[in-house]
């Protein structure tokens, strides 16, 4: 019980908790709780919330507990900002799911997901070039990651896309882990994203951000 109560004490910086419409991912569509952590230590180029770098509040774990149960939902994603940057989410990932709830984890990457739960369904970017920050990614990660699993590659252009279907080849992800191809918002074109992948016939998902097209792009907290 002790330890129980310590855990609940530990704190993490978070940028925002909010309920929304899962936008990514094979849960797109599906209402979830997010717990946007803040600050990061990438800089992409595409970086939609770069506002999570510097904005943020401690809450201890009971604290985000007792906001997660205002919403009728067990559907939880940790994302930021880098969660993995965040010592104690690896303990909250754990009270969540003894809570029964399902939990998600965002993250860049470019950090060890093997501290975090089996029982965590990992969404991890593989980082492109166009992104500025493939030479950031943490290759080992490709040895933990399950099928339940999910591999997101955010693809600016055509040489981004070459690149992630090299390393699908490379790393036999079409044998693995759920693969999503992610064109970047606003600056490569839908159909040709999809005209690619269907031309080479690879086992990915394309998706879309589908909140950027139920709300302002811009807006937060959706």
Not at 67 to 80: A, D, F, M, Q, S
Request: charged share 25%.
């Amino acid at each position: 019980m002790d330890g129980m109560v310590s855990i609940l004490q530990k704190q993490i910086r978070v940028c925002e908790i909010f309920y929304s419409i899962q936008g990514e991912s094979t849960f797109m569509g599906l209402p979830c709780i997010f717990v946007r952590s803040a600050g990061c230590d990438l800089r992409c180029t595409w970086c939609d919330t770069s506002y999570s770098f510097k904005v943020g509040e401690k809450w201890d774990i009971a604290q985000i507990l007792q906001k997660i149960k205002t919403w009728p939902c067990n559907l939880v994603e940790l994302t930021g900002g880098e969660p993995l940057l965040q010592s104690h989410i690896p303990e909250l990932a754990e009270v969540l799911l003894e809570k029964k709830y399902t939990v998600l984890c965002e993250t860049g990457g470019h950090r060890d997901i093997g501290i975090l739960d089996r029982r965590v369904i990992k969404v991890m970017d593989i980082k492109c070039p166009g992104s500025g920050e493939s030479h950031r990614n943490f290759w080992p990660n490709l040895d933990k990651i399950e099928a339940k699993d999910q591999v997101k590659f955010v693809i600016k252009d055509r040489a981004d896309y070459e690149w992630a279907l090299a390393i699908v080849k490379k790393y036999d992800l079409e044998k693995g882990p759920i693969i999503l191809f992610s064109p970047v918002f606003g600056e490569l074109e839908y159909s040709l994203l999809a005209e690619w992948v269907l031309q080479d016939g690879v086992r990915a998902r394309m998706q879309l951000q589908l909140h950027k097209f139920i709300w302002d792009p811009e807006k937060r907290g959706v």
